[in-house]
């Protein structure tokens, strides 16, 4: 029988033991390899990178945040506009309560009125029954100042002048009063209508305040007068 004769002073222990090496060696080696040709895709990012995203990220923080300045800005000036538009409404509540109290025991409501101003007789305040000039100050808030002495005017005059809605400035407030014989910005005047013929006037304030647009905010209130005078 033949075979295959080891030689001598190595055993096929030792030959298997010296592959094994071999072998571990080559494996070995394979991540070094591997390490040094990285894929496409399978790299890190660079400072470059980093830099740009970064970058992109400020841009969007810094426009988030001027969103959220300009939504603020806008519901500021929303909420401005709705208390202005309010304080309008309230002060129009005062004026049209002061018309319609007007002439007291069944006396002429009117004794003068121009287009910028009215003068009410009769006008139930507290107590008292007192009579006074409706228009703006200097600074266009509405004011009911003392009148001069009209004989056909109920009431006396106020001893100062009363500040009806003292938060709110006016840029404009303007007087139209009807009568049977037509529409007019005045009574008792030259050309005009008797004050006691007038039954109706219709009030139109402009507050101070503008509107988002920039175009001021109008309130127009037409009110009836409860106790005219016979012309």
Not at 25 to 48: C, K, N, V, Y
Not at 103 to 111: D, E, Q, Y
Not at 174 to 195: A, L, M, N, V
Request: aromatic share 4%.
């Amino acid at each position: 029988m033949t075979g295959t004769v080891p030689s001598p002073g190595r055993s096929a222990a030792g030959t298997h033991r010296s592959c094994w090496k071999g072998w571990r060696a080559i494996e070995d080696s394979q991540p070094l390899r591997q390490a040094s040709h990285s894929r496409p895709g399978e790299r890190g990012f660079t400072l470059a990178e980093w830099a740009v995203t970064l970058a992109i990220m400020g841009i969007l923080a810094a426009t988030l945040a001027s969103l959220i300045g300009w939504a603020t800005l806008v519901q500021g000036r929303e909420a401005s506009v709705n208390r202005s538009s309010e304080s309008v409404h309230q002060a129009g509540d005062v004026v049209v309560r002061l018309l319609r109290g007007a002439g007291a025991a069944g006396r002429p409501a009117l004794a003068a009125g121009t287009k910028a101003s009215v003068t009410l007789c009769g006008v139930r305040w507290g107590s008292k029954v007192v009579r006074g000039t409706l228009q703006l100050d200097a600074q266009g808030r509405l004011v009911l100042y003392p009148s001069s002495s009209v004989p056909t005017c109920a009431g006396s005059d106020v001893t100062q002048p009363i500040p009806l809605a003292p938060d709110v400035q006016f840029e404009d407030l303007t007087f139209e009063y009807h009568s049977p014989s037509g529409t007019g910005d005045g009574c008792g005047g030259r050309g005009q209508p008797p004050c006691n013929a007038v039954t109706a006037l219709t009030i139109s304030m402009i507050p101070a305040a503008s509107g988002p647009s920039g175009a001021a905010l109008e309130a127009k209130r037409v009110v009836t007068l409860r106790n005219p005078g016979r012309p």
